[in-house]
């Protein structure tokens, strides 16, 4: 099955689906265990867009299933370090398949492009930080549009702060929409500091999406446009095919910030006759 993808003159044999860029530079300073000292894991992501966030704590003195339900020796303390402004989180406890977690809540601002440190203060005075980068409010869109199905588009994003870019595209058919996200496929392409594109056609991102024998074409769509995507990782974050998605049930092995977004860009769905 062909299928190519073209990134800055460059062909490539695999479709537009799930991207994970690692941004040149941006080394993995959020450890969230304290190997050395043995205190705290901190677990969980800032999310730029909601108002709430939650933060889990784990005792690395207790054994996983045996965290207390009611209290843990320990004071949550999340600062902007940008601004200064600060905010001491207040612990919530959550059975999670018979395990008791203290769940961190915050609603300290988490904003575009900051860095963030969260302080775990044992009763005894001991303590444990890690700091996270939130990744930057990128420029994202799509040209040209309102082209036919053999026209390579692109998709561009701009003002990236580095990290990482989990990607999907999509087409709306028989009311439900499919989503090209083959997580299996190789990177490809260049990559730059604050720069990420990608170039499909959106013919061969059909035959992608229902297999080359499916005879699927552009004017059989029940909508004109196609439709985006993605979450933006900040700067040492963790590969989400690594860990099994972004949405990892119970919390991560990994603290950071992030933010989802979409959007949707026309193409002309005309029937092109041969």
């Not at 784990?58 to 209290?71: Q, V």
Request: aromatic content about 12%; some cysteine; hydrophobic content about 35%.
């Amino acid at each position: 099955m062909s299928k190519y993808f073209e990134f800055y003159g460059i062909t490539i044999l695999v479709l537009v689906s799930l991207v994970i860029w690692t941004l040149p530079g941006c080394d993995n300073t959020m450890n969230a265990f304290d190997e050395e000292a043995g205190l705290y894991s901190i677990y969980g992501y800032l999310d730029v867009h909601e108002d709430v966030n939650y933060l889990r704590v784990r005792d690395l003195n207790t054994s996983p299933g045996a965290e207390d339900a009611d209290e843990i020796d320990a004071e949550v303390e999340m600062v902007n370090l940008k601004t200064g402004a600060s905010e001491v989180l207040q612990d919530s406890v959550v059975q999670f398949e018979e395990i008791y977690t203290h769940n961190f809540r915050t609603t300290l601002d988490i904003d575009y492009d900051t860095p963030y440190e969260v302080t775990v203060t044992r009763s005894d005075g001991a303590q444990f930080a890690v700091q996270a980068l939130t990744p930057s409010r990128a420029d994202s869109y799509a040209t040209p549009m309102n082209e036919d199905c053999e026209t390579p588009i692109e998709l561009r994003f701009e003002r990236m702060n580095g990290g990482m870019i989990d990607l999907e595209v999509g087409v709306v058919l028989n009311n439900q929409t499919f989503w090209a996200n083959p997580r299996d496929e190789d990177f490809f392409g260049d990559r730059g500091e604050d720069l990420l594109s990608v170039t499909f056609i959106p013919q061969l991102l059909l035959n992608f999406i229902f297999g080359d024998e499916s005879g699927i074409e552009c004017y059989q769509l029940e909508s004109e446009f196609i439709q985006v995507r993605y979450t933006h990782l900040g700067p040492g974050f963790f590969d989400p095919t690594e860990t099994g998605g972004i949405d990892v049930p119970g919390g991560f092995d990994r603290f950071g910030g992030l933010y989802r977004n979409s959007y949707s860009f026309p193409i002309d769905t005309t029937r092109i006759l041969l």
